[in-house]
């Protein structure tokens, strides 16, 4: 059974970081993509950044580019997603995901991603 459990939310002020984290058990995770995603109160579930299993390339939500970081550690089963010059636009809860082993899909959808951690609330105050 594969799980994804994503630590490291918190409470933080405007121009902080913080750093999540992601960790994949029962399958093989350096084949998957890795996406994070987020969901802000009222709002629908919107993509913030994936990273490929295929090339290591990225991806991010203009509205992260140059203020967040994915990154992946295969040895670690763990993605991780460095997060600075928070802004409370930024406040949701964030969900790691992985693909299906060695899938090359739309790294932007959700609804490409087949496992999904349980969430982790950040919180920026301004």
């Known amino acids: 059974q594969v799980q994804l459990v994503e630590s490291g939310g918190g409470l933080v002020q405007e121009g902080g970081s913080l750093r999540l984290s992601c960790v994949v058990s029962?399958?093989?995770?350096?084949?998957?993509?890795m996406g994070w995603f987020r969901r802000a109160p009222g709002k629908e579930r919107e993509f913030v950044t994936a990273?490929?299993?295929?090339?290591?390339?990225?991806y991010y939500a203009d509205s992260v580019k140059g203020r967040f970081t994915i990154s992946r550690d295969n040895a670690k089963n763990t993605a991780y997603l460095q997060m600075n010059s928070l802004k409370p636009e930024d406040t949701a809860v964030y969900y790691c995901?992985?693909?299906?082993?060695?899938?090359?899909?739309?790294?932007?959808?959700?609804?490409?991603?087949?496992?999904w951690g349980q969430g982790t609330q950040v919180t920026v105050s301004s």
């Open positions: 995901a992985a693909s299906k082993p060695y899938y090359s899909g739309r790294y932007y959808l959700s609804s490409d991603y087949n496992y």
């Open positions: 029962g399958r093989t995770f350096s084949g998957s993509n």
């Open positions: 990273i490929l299993w295929s090339s290591s390339r990225t």
